[in-house]
């Protein structure tokens, strides 16, 4: 069956799924200079890198490797370690400075080499990770082994939200998100999928399912620019007491401004473009309408592994003067590197479409950290 028999809320849906393809296939050709720097640098062979703490410790040894944010590291002395990436920085061997060769002194004669101990247990790790490479199956050379591709070296999380209540009404509430995200040195991409849900005593109070995603560039500091397209499909609303589900497709082109991006806290600001695709479920009309708008997005990394994001977002329309904002805020406690509780809120009021559902969520979830 053709696209231009297919309804009009499957085909918003099929031109965000080819969207969504197109982010994540630019994202997986990225070259992946990080993940590779490790096996190509220079340098003598018998100078180890260095692991140094934020405290100023440094242990002498091999980076094996890294998985999601944290280090894996190979010392003499404490042997193989797992440290946190906030806490703790690698120098690799080529980045240590070549000693000058004058005076009949030659630096490469003259530098002691690494212990033996140190230098067998480098060659027995080498051999290890050689023969798991050799050993590690090969993913079919297809569109599903370009996506296991593209989503081997992503960091995710998975939440879920319950509630239900049985009082002099009945009611379910449920909620559950996906969220991807991978950083190249100039380059950033995210995922997102959002679905809530609630009834009272069987009538359906919330059915809604949003998508989106982002694709980055950073420029020279402090400038960059990001794509966002977003998904959102909401199977109950109602505009004055008739049925009004609607399938609305966004996509904006965002151009800002970091204000302040240390190792603790990032803040930006910036002006973006957006286009709103309309859907209405029920009668199949559609309406496209543009509208800019003003963003700013602020990060911090607390103590004890607690992290807090916003990002706040006000629409006016240069052609009609209507007026709207967005809002996202999210408190995330990491218990261990897979386990973590959040609390999300989000809300919309007076966007710039009449026809668009205003809303409000809260809720607090349990996440799977992967």
């Not at 992946?32 to 260095?50: C, E, F, I, K, M």
């Not at 190792?263 to 509208?291: C, P, Q, Y």
């Amino acid at each position: 069956m053709g696209c231009a028999t297919l309804p009009h809320h499957h085909r918003a849906l099929l031109s965000f799924l080819v969207l969504l393809a197109v982010l994540f296939f630019a994202a997986g050709s990225t070259p992946a200079q990080a993940n590779d720097a490790s096996a190509a640098r220079p340098g003598p062979t018998n100078w180890p890198d260095v692991l140094v703490f934020d405290d100023g410790d440094r242990l002498t040894g091999r980076l094996l490797g890294r998985e999601n944010e944290t280090i894996i590291f190979l010392s003499a002395r404490a042997g193989e370690l797992r440290v946190a990436a906030g806490t703790a920085h690698v120098e690799p061997a080529a980045a240590i400075p070549d000693l000058p060769s004058h005076h009949g002194f030659n630096a490469e004669e003259s530098l002691p080499s690494m212990p033996a101990s140190l230098t067998a247990r480098m060659t027995a790790a080498d051999s290890l990770t050689a023969g798991m490479a050799e050993t590690k199956p090969e993913i079919p050379d297809s569109w599903l082994g370009s996506l296991g591709g593209v989503f081997r070296d992503w960091d995710g999380r998975i939440a879920t939200a319950m509630s239900m209540t049985h009082d002099t009404s009945n009611g379910e509430n449920y909620g559950a998100d996906l969220k991807l995200a991978r950083t190249w040195s100039k380059n950033s991409a995210t995922i997102e999928v959002h679905y809530y849900y609630a009834e009272v005593d069987d009538d359906v109070q919330t059915d809604l399912l949003k998508a989106s995603g982002t694709l980055r560039h950073d420029f020279s500091a402090p400038f960059f620019v990001s794509y966002r397209p977003s998904l959102e499909w909401n199977r109950n609303h109602e505009i004055d007491g008739a049925e009004a589900d609607y399938a609305l497709a966004q996509h904006s082109i965002e151009f800002g401004v970091n204000l302040l991006e240390t190792k603790s806290t990032k803040a930006s600001f910036g002006l973006a473009e957006n286009v709103f695709d309309l859907w209405t479920i029920d009668t199949g009309d559609h309406a496209t309408r543009d509208a800019q708008s003003l963003f700013g997005e602020v990060s911090l990394d607390l103590p004890w592994r607690i992290t807090i994001a916003t990002r706040a977002t006000w629409y006016y329309s240069l052609a009609s003067g209507d007026r709207g904002r967005e809002e996202q805020f999210e408190l995330t406690k990491k218990f261990s590197d897979t386990l973590s509780l959040g609390l999300h809120h989000e809300s919309r009021r007076d966007n710039p479409d009449e026809r668009i559902a205003d809303y409000s969520l809260l809720r607090f979830q349990v996440g799977l950290d992967f």
